[in-house]
């Protein structure tokens, strides 16, 4: 049987004190920066996610206001196309409404005008009925009768639309004016 003696191994002390050194952690100044350096990722990304939401909304603002836009003035075309005659504004003038002799009797006549921030339509006999959204602010609407005694009616219509801001906000702020010119079929 062998018999296994144990020597002892001496460790160096440049080596214990490097152990030593390691195990101390980090220190004050380390943790300072790395706290300082995840502050400032954490800014940046706060300030980048902000800037994304707020050209999401700008984006949907203006896409709001011109498909509104783009809509109402494709109604009111429709209608100058349909009508038989355009009874006012009178030739050479302009006015805020529009009213159109049409064929059909149930929608004769037909009146375009601006109420309460919104363009409403009103057909024959029947209630008026809103063209834009509350969320929209019709600031101005305007028909301009540019029809030549030999011609048939031309209508010019010019509408200004926005979106309600009632928090001021950049983001929410957007103003278009839509321009439009029809004649009677």
Known sequence: MYIVREVPVQIPAVATHNMKKHARGFTLIELLLYVASLSVLILFLSYMWYALIAARVKNQTIAEVERQGAEAMALISQSVRNATAITSPAIGSSSASLTLSMAAPAVNPTVFSLAGGA???????????????????????????????????????????????????????????????????
Not at 128 to 136: C, E, G, K, N, Q
Not at 142 to 163: E, L
Not at 178 to 185: G, H, L
């Open 119 to 185: 363009i409403q339509m009103k057909e024959g006999s029947g209630s008026a009925v809103i063209l834009t959204s509350p969320r929209l602010n019709l600031t101005a609407l305007t028909f301009t009768n540019v029809s030549a005694a030999t011609t048939p009616g031309v209508i010019r219509t010019q509408a200004t639309i926005s979106q309600v801001n009632p928090s001021g906000a950049n983001e929410y702020s957007y103003t278009q004016t839509f321009y439009e010119s029809t004649s009677i079929r």
